[in-house]
Every structure is written in C-alpha cells, then in structure tokens.
C-alpha cells in the first residue's frame, strides 16, 4: 500500500511509503530507530540513529537541525488530552485543533527531513470512555492525508492494551503506523501483542526505557526504586535487541533530562549535557560508536552501609546515615562525583506532565567522595541521595537510593 509521492525538489527528494509492515524510502525498507527528546542530534545520528521524534508546537527547528545531521522527523501534532479538558464533543474546539493541525502540515510537508506525522501521544490514557477519542484521531489523519499524502500518519498510544491496536486499526483506518509508548520486559512481547489485535502496518516504540515508575517497586512509603545508569543500560541492550529481533522500531526516551519522579528516572543524559551507558547500548546495537569511542562510568554498587541488601533506610531523627558507592571507568578516566539530597516528590504526575524539581539539601551531604557519602542531619521526612560521576570526556553515571527520617 504506497502512500508516497516524490516531493518538490529533486536535490533532496525523498519518497516515503509504507510497504506491508515496513518504513520504505526511497525505495529502501528504513529503520526507524532513534530517540525522542532535544538532545544533540548529531551525537544521535553518530550512535547509529536514524529518526528523532517530536510532541507537537512547530517543529521547523528540529526539522532543519535534523536534517544537517542526517536524520529523519517524526514530526507530533499535538491532540488535546480528555483528562486535560479536551472536549471532543465540542466541535468549535475540535474545528480549533484541525486548524492547527492543517498550519503545521501545509508549512512543513515538503521538508526533505520529514518521514511521517506523528498524530497525538497517548490521548486515551486515565479516562473511562474512549469512544470520542478513536474517531478524533481519524479525524486528524484525514485531514492530515488531505494536505499531504506524500508522508504516513502515525498514532501515538500507551502500550497497547487489549484491544487499543484492534481500535486504532477499525476505527482510525487513515493511520498507517502504530506508535506505541512501552517500557520494561513489556518490550518484549508488544510487538506480537499488537499483531495479535489485528496490527498489519510497522510498529514502531516511540518511547522505550528501562522500567517505569509505575512498574517498579517501592518503598514502604511509596517510593518508586530507580535503576542505576548502569542497570538501566543492561535493560536497555536487552530490550534493543527484541525489537530488533522483531523488526518494531524504537525510540529510546528520553534523549535530555527531565523532572519525572527524579531528575534522572527517564534521563539519558545530565541537565549538563552528559551521556550515560545507555547511549552505549545503542551504539552497539545500531552499529555506531559513542562520541570518541568513549565508554561511560558505572556504578557496581551503591547501597546504605548498615543494610546492604536494603534498597532504603530509615532512621530516627538526630542519627546519621552512610551510603557505600562502588564505581569504576571502563576506561581509566579519573571520575569526579557529585553527591545531593532531595526531597521525595509527592507530585505522580499522568502521562509525562511537567513537574517541579524537588527541594534539595546541599548542607546534608557530609564526608563525600568515590567512596561513599553520609547524610548528616535532616528534619524528619522522607528523601532521596542522588549521586552522578562524570568522566570529563562527555560521560557520565546516575543512581539513588529513598531514605526516611523518622
């Protein structure tokens, strides 16, 4: 089923098509495999990218950055959320929305860095009745299909349920790509599960990670348990590989740092730019190299000193704590460490949602080095110990550990 057509200028003309289950351009099945986040693209494409993705807004900027490093755009427009107060029964809104849409489409659809149109991210997600939503998403890849039959549309779900895939296909029948955002052993098996919903066309993860939050388990208190950089980049080369193995496209979230959880929980990189081992991960299995063949620190062990085996601590008020940290380089860098306490966030946002960042306690951290650090006095409550080691070469190691004073 081709859905392309050449566009304007020769120089640069790409013909993008859907051939059965696979991205075709020109002529050439494409590996839609890259990231999703405002990272830098050139080291993307250096890892062994090919694609980045966006959310919505105007997506000129990456459009031309992504196409002087050689990638391709999975450009998002953006569908309001029900549990936001989109209302789709409300035409004038709806009328509102299309406008949008169709602004972005007829600016950007001749851009040679443009694969596809990426329609919502996870509209259906933590409301009862999804009726409204299916045929909201057709609506949109109709319209989009109008202006511009030269690039597929693609929707964007949270994993895919029971029958999310078997929806999108019977209900919204002018999408030619499943989008699905799916993390941990998920990964494994989403790819079948959405053929066995009657999924024909490419699948691609357009956000993939080690285990969520809302995956993971918790302290007595709730405190979802974060992977070290480390952890998560042995997940990642795992979940890499299935899908792969499965030819389902993959993009890894987050390529930046954001608030979620933690600083770190979703982060690829350090709010100062560092890469962690999962870019590792990537590289090696996209067939590129990390930036100067450098390899990033890891963290062997990190635990509080007077339980090992105990992924928190709690203690009373007015006692000290001590974490252990074991860490090397693969490569012999000297590792400068940097240790910090915030507050647990109370905040557990749906769907990515901004959040604040957490108070710190710069003045708690006391004895710190490669070694270890003691968490000296606090106010009763409950806190994370974040540590990150930077290699001075562009690399760099995250973990933490949930602690409480009582």
């Not at 490093?69 to 809104?93: Q, S």
């Not at 169709?102 to 009745?129: Q, T």
Request: no cysteine.
């Amino acid at each position: 089923m081709a859905v392309g057509v050449s566009l304007a200028t020769p120089a640069e003309a790409s013909t993008i098509s859907i051939s059965g289950d696979r991205v075709v351009v020109d002529g050439k099945p494409f590996a839609v495999r890259g990231a999703a986040g405002d990272g830098p693209l050139p080291e993307l494409k250096q890892l062994g990218g090919t694609t980045i993705r966006t959310y919505g807004g105007d997506p000129g900027e990456v459009l031309d950055a992504a196409g002087k490093a050689g990638l391709k755009v999975i450009a998002g427009l953006w569908l309001g959320h029900p549990r936001a107060g989109a209302d789709y029964k409300d035409r004038a809104f709806v009328a509102r929305q299309l406008a949008e849409i169709s602004a972005v489409v007829e600016k950007y659809r001749d851009h040679p860095a443009l694969l596809m149109w990426g329609i919502g991210n996870e509209p259906e997600v933590d409301i009862v009745d999804d009726t409204l939503i299916w045929p909201a998403v057709e609506e949109a890849a109709q319209r989009v299909k109008a202006l511009d039959p030269a690039h597929p549309t693609m929707a964007v779900i949270a994993e895919v349920g029971n029958d999310k895939a078997r929806k999108l296909k019977q209900l919204a029948p002018h999408i030619d790509v499943l989008g699905v955002n799916a993390y941990g052993d998920g990964l494994y098996s989403v790819g079948s599960r959405a053929r066995e919903q009657g999924w024909l066309g490419p699948i691609v993860i357009t956000e993939m990670g080690a285990r969520g939050h809302w995956q993971a388990a918790t302290t007595p208190w709730g405190a979802p348990f974060e992977l070290t950089s480390t952890q998560k980049a042995i997940e990642f080369r795992r979940y890499l590989k299935a899908l792969g193995d499965a030819d389902v496209g993959a993009l890894v979230f987050l390529w930046g740092q954001k608030q979620e959880v933690t600083p770190s929980y979703h982060s690829l990189r350090l709010a100062t730019g560092e890469w962690t081992e999962t870019a590792e991960a990537m590289a090696e299995n996209w067939g590129g190299t990390t930036p100067g063949g450098n390899h990033a620190p890891r963290i062997a062990a990190l635990r509080f000193a007077h339980d090992p085996s105990a992924p928190f601590a709690s203690w009373p008020a007015g006692e000290a704590g001590a974490v252990v940290l074991g860490a090397n380089d693969p490569d012999g860098d000297p590792l400068e460490v940097r240790w910090e306490i915030m507050a647990e966030t109370t905040v557990r946002s749906v769907g990515g949602d901004a959040e604040e960042q957490p108070h710190s306690f710069p003045k708690a951290v006391e004895k710190a080095g490669l070694a270890g650090a003691t968490v000296g006095a606090l106010p009763p409550g409950r806190y994370r110990i974040f540590v990150e080691l930077r290699d001075g070469r562009g690399a760099a190691a995250t973990g933490n550990l949930p602690f409480e004073i009582r």
